[in-house]
């Protein structure tokens, strides 16, 4: 059974950098053809795709916040690391993180993490 | 970046009802869509993929159809625990991109 779970800040400050740790369970980040997704959720909001990264270290980044997101793997901790600069109070939001396995036919987000509800405010 | 409408954004029923949700995709999508459903203060629970493929325990009362630009997720003999926002999801190209979403609640 896969599971993922998000860890981070619950509270950042403008202009702060928001840090976001997605560790997986029952799969390796390093398994061919495995990636993990970030997503977030403004309150009240839709969703919002923000980032992939594969098993082989590629990446892919939403056009809109490529200059503001990198994300890394942590391998040793089976872990999968988002970074977001200068945050903003619009950027509030509950960020998920979800396993997505490449392949002819695949490519949905399954499973999701619980989610974690991110607050910037001075 | 493909723009992915849902339609209506907000629908009204009864237990025991049946429903049908519509996604529309702005480019063609062949058939890479996803439907999620989501409660309040929860994360999305992955019901269907390919447009039409229920995952594993998701319960046969969901069904999903379409391909190409228009997609419909159904719901029959609806339940209390089935009262949520559904969301589709296209996974065709990049950038990823979500419906708005449709939300279901009681009459």
């Known amino acids: 059974q896969i599971t993922l779970k998000e860890s981070g800040p619950t509270l950042v400050k403008p202009t702060q950098t928001l840090t976001l740790t997605c560790t997986l369970s029952g799969v390796s980040v390093t398994e061919r053809g495995v990636s993990v997704g970030w997503i977030r959720q403004p309150p009240g909001k839709a969703l919002e795709w923000l980032a992939v990264?594969?098993?082989?270290?590629?990446?892919r980044y939403s056009p809109s916040l490529r200059s503001r997101l990198s994300v890394t793997k942590d391998t040793s901790k089976n872990q999968v690391v988002l970074t977001m600069t200068n945050m903003d109070p619009v950027d509030t939001a509950t960020y998920f993180c979800a396993h997505r396995r490449e392949g002819p036919g695949q490519g949905w987000f399954h499973p999701w993490g619980q989610g974690t509800l991110v607050t910037v405010s001075s | 970046d493909i723009q992915m409408t849902q339609s209506p954004s907000s629908l009204s029923a009864s237990v025991g009802d049946s429903v049908t949700l519509t996604c529309r995709a702005s480019?063609?999508?062949?058939?890479?869509v996803a439907w999620f459903q989501q409660k309040p203060g929860g994360a999305p629970k992955s019901l269907i993929y390919g447009a039409s493929t229920l995952h594993s325990g998701v319960p046969s009362k969901f069904s999903g159809s379409g391909s190409g630009t228009d997609f419909t997720l159904t719901i029959n003999s609806l339940q209390p625990e089935d009262f949520a926002t559904y969301f589709c999801q296209q996974y065709y190209v990049y950038p990823f991109t979500f419906g708005p979403g449709t939300i279901l609640d009681f009459k």
């Open positions: 990264v594969y098993w082989d270290y590629n990446k």
């Open positions: 480019e063609d999508i062949r058939t890479y």
